[in-house]
């Protein structure tokens, strides 16, 4: 049995598009974890403000409600209130992680905060460069990686090249950048 433990390095004998990525160390899964916590926690701070801002001008409600509402309480005279259909919000919610994701690893080629901080990258493992169309199509990937209780993160330990769901939906990996010393 292998130990899935171990560093493990890029084999393009298993992805056929490109000879440039061969040998590049890959990064590890607790890195991968911690990178995505970090991510997490950024995105949560971004969502609040912007929250907060739609939520100051009454465009949308961000606000977290549990329990029993009252819908025929009266307005409270602050004018005329506009409420989007609730498929509308909900898909503008779910598109805000979508675009930071894939936004901010476009603009960064491959880097998040949580994996600049860790020292890992994303890489595209059929073109240079990350294309916008990879990186949005890796953070909706997150999505499928979350289905069936986070099954897709954990194809980490049986895919040999280390590759979670997203990964495999937008052709890319995730390797350890080097320190550089001067």
Same mark, same amino acid.
């Given at each position: 049995?292998?130990?899935?433990?171990?560093?493990?390095?890029?084999?393009?004998?298993?992805?056929?598009?490109? &000879?440039?990525?061969?040998?590049?160390? !890959?990064?590890?899964?607790?890195?991968?974890? +911690?990178?995505?916590? @970090?991510?997490? #926690?950024?995105?949560?701070?971004?969502?609040?403000?912007?929250?907060? *801002?739609? &939520?100051?001008?009454?465009?949308?409600?961000?606000?977290?409600?549990?329990?029993?509402?009252?819908?025929?309480?009266?307005?409270?005279?602050?004018?005329?209130?506009?409420?989007?259909?609730?498929?509308?919000?909900? *898909?503008?919610? !779910?598109?805000?992680?979508?675009?930071?994701?894939?936004? #901010?690893? +476009? +603009?960064? &080629?491959?880097?998040?905060?949580?994996?600049? #901080?860790?020292?890992?990258? @994303?890489?595209?493992?059929?073109?240079?460069?990350?294309?916008?169309?990879?990186?949005?199509?890796?953070?909706?990937?997150?999505?499928?990686?979350?289905?069936?209780?986070?099954?897709?993160?954990?194809?980490?330990?049986?895919?040999? &090249?280390?590759?979670?769901?997203?990964?495999?939906?937008?052709?890319? @990996?995730?390797?350890?950048?080097?320190?550089?010393?001067?």
């Amino acid at each position: 049995m292998k130990n899935i433990f171990t560093t493990h390095y890029y084999d393009n004998s298993k992805i056929k598009h490109s &000879n440039q990525l061969e040998g590049l160390e !890959l990064a590890g899964f607790v890195r991968r974890f +911690f990178a995505l916590v @970090i991510d997490l #926690i950024a995105l949560v701070l971004i969502l609040f403000a912007f929250g907060t *801002i739609l &939520n100051y001008f009454g465009l949308i409600d961000f606000s977290l409600s549990v329990g029993v509402t009252n819908a025929d309480s009266p307005v409270d005279g602050k004018g005329l209130e506009y409420h989007a259909p609730e498929i509308l919000t909900t *898909i503008f919610k !779910l598109s805000i992680p979508v675009l930071y994701l894939g936004l #901010i690893t +476009f +603009f960064t &080629n491959g880097y998040t905060i949580g994996k600049r #901080i860790l020292r890992i990258r @994303i890489l595209a493992t059929n073109h240079e460069h990350l294309t916008l169309w990879h990186s949005i199509e890796r953070s909706l990937g997150y999505y499928a990686s979350s289905l069936e209780f986070g099954f897709g993160f954990l194809q980490y330990f049986i895919d040999y &090249n280390r590759r979670t769901v997203h990964d495999r939906i937008a052709e890319t @990996i995730v390797i350890k950048v080097k320190k550089i010393i001067k």
